[in-house]
């Protein structure tokens, strides 16, 4: 079957796809985004969570013809140009990175956190996070980086003030 | 996965058309595109009905109605659902991870399968998944099981939180199916396993559930969902406890109690709410209430906890609703 979503916020398309081909898989094979990674393939992991219609989900989890006429995001989509977004360049600064398999679902994750809670408690970070799993177990790193993204947001956003 | 074919349908009469006893219908897709590459589940066609509207979170005299195919994220975080039946939005918060609640529905929540190893394992055998096949769980690993409506077929517990909060309500399913639409008390549609545990629920072919209509109580504002489990997040229950409680000068005058992780399907406990009703509410009457309402447990070799954890948990909720 022939599916065409927004991806990034281009339109595409993607041509000859199996009904039972995930979203990951399309993202990563057929539309040559790798970013998302394909870990557990069963939703439990969080390596492969993309925004879908603004909603960080698990790609995995999402047959293909699920995502006909609809928008995705993927970590690539996040960055402007050679700009890094907020949250990844704290995950850079926080070391929050070891092998790196998890990293892409965190970013998105993150983003989608701090778009919707700009100061999230550590309880509140932890509840966000806790579809992703980092089998490094760099998890301390890990809230360094959320709290460090947090908080250039909350600067910035004083500075526009 | 084993091939099929995938269709998106347009209205409810053309999902019907698409039925046959080989297909599936597919609404957040997080339960079945996940049993399907498992090869658990293997429909010969899936119908997407994630155009069929099936939306909408409203509250009127008779109470709440939630369209099958809202989400759970956006369930949970309804500010009516929260003030009014704060014990379904807990539990659905309490549910999965963010990602998977962005993504699954209300419907099918309802209709997820048990989390049983066996189920989900093809290699070995399950009465649920391969009628007659037998039931390793009843001696093998069975920590996660049930101890009440079990059988010589089945121990495999019910995972849905939020179908332990709605049961414990009285809210209803509403159903529409190829021969129209008919509404059945959620306690009630889903069947104990006897001897033929393949049959989950009282679906008839063709059928979706469209919407639940959860009834007007007043005392639900005082309600809560307490589930424990073994990590603080994104794990299935040991067992939970979903209670409501209308109390005044310290008596309880009326209480609804569920629970879950326990059973092989959302288990009411008429016997402790009966115990409870007119009594002042002390440590010492929860107790002796919830271990009335909780006597048929029937615990296996690994989940003998299960009992005398879910009592605490019961006494603790009911405790810190009164307090």
């Not at chain 2, 957040?28 to 658990?40: E, Q």
Request: glycine share 10%; hydrophobic share 40%; proline share 5%.
């Amino acid at each position: 079957m022939r599916i065409t979503f927004t991806c990034n916020g281009r339109l595409t398309e993607a041509d000859g796809v199996w009904e039972g081909e995930s979203l990951l898989y399309v993202l990563r094979e057929r539309v040559g985004l790798p970013g998302s990674k394909n870990a557990c393939e069963q939703g439990e992991c969080g390596s492969c969570t993309v925004y879908l219609d603004g909603d960080p989900v698990c790609s995995c989890l999402v047959a293909a013809g699920q995502v006909q006429g609809r928008e995705v995001r993927t970590v690539e989509g996040l960055a402007d140009g050679d700009e890094l977004d907020p949250v990844q360049q704290a995950f850079v600064e926080a070391g929050a990175v070891q092998c790196g398999f998890c990293t892409p679902g965190l970013l998105v994750q993150t983003h989608d956190l701090l778009e919707r809670q700009a100061q999230p408690s550590d309880a509140e970070i932890r509840e966000a996070l806790s579809g992703n799993l980092c089998r490094c177990t760099g998890y301390e790193k890990i809230m360094d980086a959320v709290r460090l993204a947090a908080a250039r947001r909350a600067e910035s956003a004083e500075r526009v003030n | 996965m084993r091939a099929f074919e995938y269709a998106a349908a347009r209205t409810p009469a053309d999902a019907f058309a698409r039925t046959t006893p080989r297909t599936a219908y597919l609404a957040g897709g997080t339960t079945l595109v996940d049993l399907m590459k498992l090869g658990v589940v293997e429909p010969d066609a899936v119908i997407d009905i994630n155009g069929l509207g099936l939306r909408g979170i409203r509250l009127d005299r008779d109470g709440l109605r939630v369209g099958a195919l809202e989400r759970m994220s956006d369930v949970a975080e309804h500010p009516v659902v929260a003030a009014e039946f704060p014990v379904v939005a807990q539990a659905l918060q309490a549910s999965a991870s963010p990602q998977i609640r962005n993504m699954a529905s209300i419907g099918g929540n309802l209709l997820q399968r048990t989390r049983c190893g066996y189920f989900r394992d093809v290699a070995t055998a399950c009465n649920k998944r391969q009628p007659g096949s037998g039931c390793p769980a009843q001696t093998g690993a069975n920590r996660g099981h049930a101890v009440f409506g079990t059988s010589a077929s089945c121990v495999a517990t019910h995972a849905s939180d939020l179908a332990v909060a709605l049961v414990a309500l009285d809210a209803r399913v509403e159903l529409a199916g190829p021969a129209g639409r008919r509404e059945v008390p959620l306690a009630d549609f889903y069947r104990l396993p006897g001897d033929s545990p393949q049959v989950e629920n009282d679906l008839r072919p063709g059928e979706l559930v469209t919407a639940v209509a959860v009834p007007r109580l007043a005392f639900a504002r005082r309600s809560t969902y307490l589930k424990v489990r073994d990590r603080q997040s994104y794990e299935f229950a040991l067992v939970s406890v979903a209670a409501a409680l209308d109390v005044r000068n310290g008596t309880v005058r009326d209480v609804r109690l569920a629970v879950g992780g326990v059973g092989t399907r959302p288990w009411r406990l008429p016997l402790a709410e009966q115990a409870l009703r007119g009594k002042r509410l002390t440590e010492a009457t929860a107790r002796q209430a919830v271990e009335a309402g909780t006597a048929d447990a029937r615990p296996l070799a690994f989940n003998a906890f299960k009992p005398a954890l879910l009592r605490r948990t019961a006494v603790r909720t009911l405790l810190a609703l009164g307090g």
